[in-house]
T-cell receptor, first 115, second 111 residues
Framework: DAGVIQSPRHEVTEMGQEVTLRCKPISGHNSLFWYRQTMMRGLELLIYFNNNVPIDDSGMPEDRFSAKMPNASFSTLKIQPSEPRDSAVYFC?????????????FGQGTRLTVV | GESVGLHLPTLSVQEGDNSIINCAYSNSASDYFIWYKQESGKGPQFIIDIRSNMDKRQGQRVTVLLNKTVKHLSLQIAATQPGDSAVYFCAENIKRRALTFGSGTRLQVQP
C-alpha cells in the first residue's frame, strides 16, 4: 500500500484565494483525520471522520474551513477565503481502529503558504 | 482545557547512549497514551502505545513508562542511533475521540 496520499505537497496562494487540499486514506481504513501543524500551536486536530461521517469538527477554526468525505477513499479540506495565518503544514491521517484509536497513519503533509 | 505537554523541548545525546523523553499529561480520563516520531519533512509515525491500566510496555529498543500518580509518561530509547534523531510527540486518546498531541521534544543524536 502506498500509504496516505496527500496533494499537493506544497501550495502557495494569495490571500483571499480558495485552497483545496486532498487526501486519499489507506484502503480499508474507516477513520480519517485532518491535522494542522504550526510552530506556535503544534499538531491540532481539525476534524475527524468515521465511516465518512464527521464525528468531531470542533477543531475547525472558523467558517472559512470546510471538510468533506464523499466516499471512503477521498477527502478534501477547503479554505475559503485563505488568510496568511492559515499558513501551516496540513496532515491527513487514517486509521483502522475501532472505538479506540492509537495508531494513525499520516500522509506527507501539504505545506500551505498564504501570502 | 485538558492537554498533553512535554518537559524538554530539545534533548541531545551521544550515539549509543540511552535516551529518555518525558511528557506530562493532565487528563486522567485518557484510555491510551501513545508516542509518535516525526522526522523532518514527514508526517508523524506511530512508535508505541500503552493502555492507561498498565505501568510499562516494551517494544523494539523502546520502553514506555506510565506513572499515573504524577501523570507522567516517558519514552526510553536504548542504544540511540543517528536514525532516532527526530521530534517525538506524546499523545493521548479518550475512547471515540481522535488523538490529542503534545508539543514535542526534539532528539538530537551526536555521532
Amino acid at each position: 500500500d502506498a500509504g496516505v496520499i496527500q496533494s499537493p505537497r506544497h501550495e502557495v496562494t494569495e490571500m483571499g484565494q480558495e485552497v483545496t487540499l486532498r487526501c486519499k486514506p489507506i484502503s480499508g481504513h474507516n477513520s480519517l483525520f485532518w491535522y494542522r501543524q504550526t510552530m506556535m500551536r503544534g499538531l491540532e486536530l481539525l476534524i475527524y471522520f468515521n465511516n465518512n461521517v464527521p464525528i468531531d469538527d470542533s477543531g475547525m477554526p472558523e467558517d472559512r474551513f470546510s471538510a468533506k468525505m464523499p466516499n471512503a477513499s477521498f477527502s478534501t479540506l477547503k479554505i475559503q477565503p485563505s488568510e496568511p495565518r492559515d499558513s501551516a503544514v496540513y496532515f491527513c491521517a487514517s486509521s483502522s481502529g475501532g472505538s479506540v484509536i492509537t495508531e494513525a497513519f499520516f500522509g506527507q503533509g501539504t505545506r500551505l503558504t498564504v501570502v | 482545557g485538558e492537554s498533553v505537554g512535554l518537559h524538554l523541548p530539545t534533548l541531545s545525546v551521544q550515539e549509543g547512549d540511552n535516551s529518555i523523553i518525558n511528557c506530562a499529561y493532565s487528563n486522567s480520563a485518557s484510555d491510551y497514551f501513545i508516542w509518535y516520531k516525526q522526522e523532518s519533512g514527514k508526517g508523524p509515525q506511530f512508535i508505541i502505545d500503552i493502555r492507561s491500566n498498565m505501568d510499562k510496555r516494551q517494544g523494539q529498543r523502546v520502553t514506555v513508562l506510565l506513572n499515573k500518580t504524577v501523570k507522567h509518561l516517558s519514552l526510553q530509547i536504548a542504544a540511540t542511533q543517528p536514525g532516532d534523531s527526530a521530534v517525538y510527540f506524546c499523545a493521548e486518546n479518550i475512547k471515540r475521540r481522535a488523538l490529542t498531541f503534545g508539543s514535542g521534544t526534539r532528539l538530537q543524536v551526536q555521532p
